[in-house]
C-alpha cells in the first residue's frame, strides 16, 4: 500500500544520500563551519556552478531523429535513431550512451576560464547523475510526501491499545513516549517502519470519521 511503501524506501532515500555526492551535500556545512578554505571554496562553487550549467544546456538541447546519424547510433546505441525529438540529457540516461559520446552530438560545453581540476569532475557528475535520474526523482518525492506525513498531529487521548496490527512491543514504546506527531513515533526506538505506516493508517481514518 502507499502508506506502507512511503515508510520502505531507505533504499532510494540513499540514493540522495550517495557517497559521490557527499561534497555537494557537506562542503556548505563545513565551510559554515569554518572548516573549508577560500580557495577550496571557491574551486566546490565553480564546480557546482559549471554543472548546473551543463545539465541545463544538456536538457534544452533537443535533437530531432535526423540529427541523430544512423552510424553514431548504430555504434552507441546499437540500435537505430529514436523516432521522436530527445533532449541531450535524455540520451545520456540511457546506459549504453557516454557523456563522450553525447558531447559528439552537441559540442562540449564552455570551459573557458574553468579551473584544469574540474571538467573531469564536471562529467563524472553529470554521467552519474544521469543514470540515477530516473530513480533519484521518485527518491526526491517519497522524501517530500513523507515530510508531509511527519507533521500530522497523533491525538493525546490515543488508545494505542484498540489499534490493530500494532505488536504488543510497539504499544507499549508508543504509550510511554506518547509522541505528538507522526515523525516522532517513527524515531520512538522499537518502532518499525510497518508500524509507522499501520499507525498512519489508523490516523488517517480517525480524520475522516471525525470529518
Known sequence: SEPYRMFTSRAE??????????????????????LIDDERWELFTAKQAAIGVELERLSAWRLKPGQIGADWAQRVLGT?????????????????????????????????????????????????????????????????RTREHEAMRVPDDLDYGSLAGLSHEVRQHLAATRPATLGQAARVPGVTPAAVAILLVHLKRRTQRVA
Do not use: M, W
Request: proline share 7%.
Open 13 to 34: 532515500h540513499r540514493l540522495v544520500l550517495r557517497e559521490d555526492n557527499a561534497d555537494a551535500r557537506l562542503t556548505p556545512l563545513a565551510r559554515h563551519l569554518g
Open 80 to 144: 537505430a535513431p529514436p523516432a521522436r525529438d530527445v533532449s541531450a540529457f535524455e540520451l545520456l540516461r540511457r546506459p549504453e550512451v557516454s557523456y563522450a559520446a553525447v558531447i559528439e552530438l552537441v559540442g562540449a560545453g564552455e570551459t573557458a576560464g574553468l579551473d584544469p581540476r574540474l571538467p573531469d569532475q564536471v562529467r563524472r557528475d553529470i554521467e552519474v547523475r544521469a543514470s540515477y535520474a530516473g530513480y533519484i526523482e521518485r527518491a526526491e518525492q517519497e522524501i517530500e
